[in-house]
């Protein structure tokens, strides 16, 4: 955070991770530095759903499908 400064994402913004696609659901700042979550901002995400992937609609061919294991 320091290295690179706060960056905030709004609640909708789409994230690419290793490949996996996800929607910013929430995020806390937190200060809490003896907490669960220690001092900073806390994004959490959700797997984007199948309809709202607009990644793989764009590019089905490179954003497929895992197969099912």
Do not use: K
Not at 6 to 20: E, I
Not at 31 to 47: C, Q, R, S, T
């Amino acid at each position: 955070m320091q290295e690179h400064g706060l960056l905030n994402l709004p609640v909708g913004t789409g994230v690419l991770l290793r490949g996996d696609r996800y929607r910013v659901v929430g995020s806390w700042f937190s200060y809490d530095h003896h907490g669960v979550f220690a001092d900073g901002l806390h994004i959490f995400l959700e797997p984007v759903a199948e309809e709202y992937d607009r990644l793989r609609h764009l590019a089905p061919d490179y954003y497929r499908q895992e197969p099912d294991a």
